[in-house]
């Protein structure tokens, strides 16, 4: 990866040099299909459109690297795609760049940018552009009747098999309270009480024994596909692909889904930053937002992007918008990801949670 | 002596000194020549010696150094820090103290530095981030009396225990990390105590990559030694041979190493398949050979074997055949002239091999991490989740400092027990 | 046993010890066989050449390991061990390690442990090897002494001929593979029974001759020139074969006539001393020797002389063709 990267950065900086007006940005994202996605939305209609290119690198989440750049005062990333804990955090911490919203295009209809995007996708130093979702998947061929709550991923009687969970305690002590009875509205009152810890902690221990941990995103669908578990607690858009690209006998379940949004920033200090602007400037644009969402069901955040959401970019007969986190049927029994509440809590929390694990 | 003794003999009368025929006292000339030749010997290992000062000891130090100094609210807390550092933890805190905080919340919002101050806060109290964060939005227009309005801004600035935390993280040089990577909470009047028994972690978590580690030495030992006998006592065509089967899986990245581990041990996987296939285990209940302790240990034992089969085969070459054949001729038995006399002489190989492979496993990564699953995570793995997931490197420094001390007191006992001198690597 | 290396001396010694595994005929220890027998249980001594001595324990130890693995009680052990180490004069260094002994110390400790436990036979293998000449003589002496003292069978390979002729009673000669000829030291020099060992075991004048008359235990030869020369049939073939001829240089005379006779010049004169050597061209070979005592009234040579040598045809052997 760091080769090709290399490779890539080294004919970019050759065409550089030969044509002094074109810039090169490197933009990093989660990798997989959901790179794919943006390469084919934003990279190439920008790259085209400007002369620039586009250098993408992988990473796996996270501000370390970004602040390890940041603090040495090297700084090779010019646009990276965070979560909005992260996003808030490396605000916080000065990591980021500012970024001002005002300057964002307008939707077609002439809504201002600051009105169009959703709660929270904005901030001072970043610029929201999908909503995903966290929820389970379960393999069809294990079950005779489908799986539909929270609760019956819980249920290793009526539902039994091994179960995949993120090996994090951010989202999994939600589940764990929804799948014990709390409705997805009340899930972050009850975790603001230490019973409220103790009873999603207890919940987990039901089905501790069953349980195959998972690190990163691709691990999910290859658990369900090998048969390791029956069910697992997965990212929609990853589990969407093996679905509709591989075919596999797979469902979702939108009960007690946790969404998140993915936002945009820039390290402080990065050498392209004008650059690095524009592309955000254009990406997060409503026609970009509607073209990524044909490739990967994560919602685009801003509201004058859902009418546009077409089809599946393989298969003209799955419409996107039905997969999509953000529909009524999904957010029937859901709840947003509280960062306040992880940001304050999160490292006594994993901490604990790390402690139950090693138990 | 035999030299020196010569040369006493040439003596000069007048003054007893020998002299060179150039004149300068021949033992000034000796000196110079052998510091010359020093300075030479120095000068060829200089550029590896300044290598490992600058690319390995100084980043270790300096690393370790985060481990019990942390000056995040020393640095960006400039006015509130000499307050807080002579208030008893016990009163209520002043007005002056107030005024202060609000004077370096302003400064740390526009700084854009109070993320930072908020994060090390949030470590000693959980909950303070958005405390400091928002409290910092607001600085801009709290007006005087800052107590009332701070604490009307947000209920908690009257709560003793923010303040105490402070107290705390103003002092940047601090056993808190240290005491966080055993398991102990330093509180603000300077105690010492244990962590709620649902967050203690890190002492458990020695212990095990102590135990895997050790049983890793022991499986490698055990399924190491027959190999290296094997190759030793082989024609050296056939054991050339077996040496390269051994040396094999260096030829492949480590990631694919342990990869190949899942596909063997996975709950579908090879061995459970032919387990089944055996009879020795039914298709649903098949064998949790993988994402636990099993795992580790397994793919552990097998990628760390050859880091003990060299150093065991290349003692065992030394040892010529005639040991065992004169302890025979004594009236040995196979078993005796093998314990008697074969066996204390590969002591040295055992003791390089069991020190290598114990180090190699003791700070393990890649393995666990894939395959570790719940129970079979070591040591480093947390040392790197802190590093890269938490951020909290300071905490990840006090790990590793732990970590070394704790390789550096085995290294001794090893030493007082087998004796360092006692090891050979061939 | 003496011979060449790679004469498979060291290979019969190691069946002797039961290491390698005889493919054919029988080993018998007095009168036993101990073909089945494995090495621990044959009771037999063993020195090697690089005298093998346990570099983990003390010279104590090493001593007492043969006696421990008997299951000799201690007492009994320490007086062995005490009386093995006085017999080699060793007795101070009990508590050293191996390594820090010289080669003739090291030497000696192998020797007592390999006589330690009384065993009935004892099989050295080139023990002195690694030691420096004047060391060695006397070793070969001492080992000569504790072999007459102790009365026990020693089995001793070596490849040097004057270590063989002094420490033994009877030497085998072994050539490819073979014993040429087992006797003893005087046996062997005086009266070889071919012409490997006749070139082995000290030096000798040979020809290649062609028999023309067999008579008794005499036979008549022709040498490449022509002449006749008579010799002692020992092991040469019937009239037409080759055989060699071997003389020893000290058994032939200069100048006087005798049984044998034929011309020869004189090539290079050394001074030794006790005798003059004197090379000298006979029946076309360059390199006969001829070695003339220094007595009072030897023959005087000169370089380029031409004289006659002659020997008795008792001192001059047949023996087979020597290839």
Redesign the interface.
Known sequence: MKIKVLILSAVSSIALAASAAADSITVVSWGGAYTKSQVEAYHKPWASSTGNAVVSEDYSGGLAEVRAQVEAGSVTWDVVDVELSDAIVGCDEGLLEEIDSSMLPAAPDGTPATEDFMDGALNECAVGNIVWSTLYAYDKTKFDTAPTTMADFFDLEKFPGKRGMRKVAKNMLEMALMGDGVPSSEVYDVMNTPEGIDRAFAKLDTIKDSVVWWEAGAQPPQLLADGEVSMTITWNGRIFNAIASEGQPFGLVWDGQIYDLDLFVIPKGSPNKDAAMDFVKFATATKPLADQASWIPYGPVRASSIPLIGTFHSDASLQMIDHMPTTAEALKNGVQNDYMFWADNGEELNERFNAWLAK | MGLASGMESTKDNHNNVVITSDGIPLKKKLAKSLFQSRLRAFGLVAPLLLLILFAFVIPILIFLSRGVYNNTFERHMINLTPLISSWDSNSEPTEAMFEALVLDLKAGKK??????V??RV??EL?????LF?SSARKAKKLKAPFKDSLIKANKKWDNLEVWRAMKLTSISVTPAFLASALDMKYNADGTFERKPE????HL??FL?TLEISLIVVLAGLFLGYPIAYLLASLPVRTSNLLLILVLLPFWTSLLVRTTAWIAML???GVLNDLSVVFGLATDEDRFSLI?NKTGTLISMTHILLPFMILPLYSVMKTI?P??V??????????W??FW??YF??T?PGIGAGGILVFILAISFYITP?LIG???G?MISN?ID?H??????WSLAAAMGGVLLVLVLFLYWIYDRVVGIDNMKLG | MLGPSGSGKTTCLMMLAGFETATYGEIRLGGKPINNIPPHKRGIGMVFQNYALFPHMTVGENLSFPLEVRGIEKAERKKKVTNALDMVQMSEFIGRRPAQLSGGQQQRIALARSLVFEPELVLMDEPLGALDKQLREHMQYEIKHIHEQLGVTVVYVTHDQSEALTMSDRVAVFDDGRIQQLATPADLYERPENAFVAQFIGENNRFKTEIIEVKNDKVLARTATGSILSARKVNCGEVGTTSTLSIRPERVSVGLKGENTTKAKVLELIYLGDHIRCRMSVEEDNEFIVKVPNSLNHTHLEVGEETTVSWSSEDCRALDNGD
């Open positions: 700084s854009k530095k109070i993320g930072k908020a994060t949030n470590r959980s909950g303070t981030r958005s964060t649902e967050r203690r972690i458990q978590l095990r996975q709950g579908q994402y010529p005639s040991y054949r004169a302890a025979k001729s004594m009236g040995a038995t196979n005796t002239a008697r006399i204390p002489q002591i991490a699953g719940q129970d995570t947390f989740f590093m890269r997931k938490t951020l909290n």
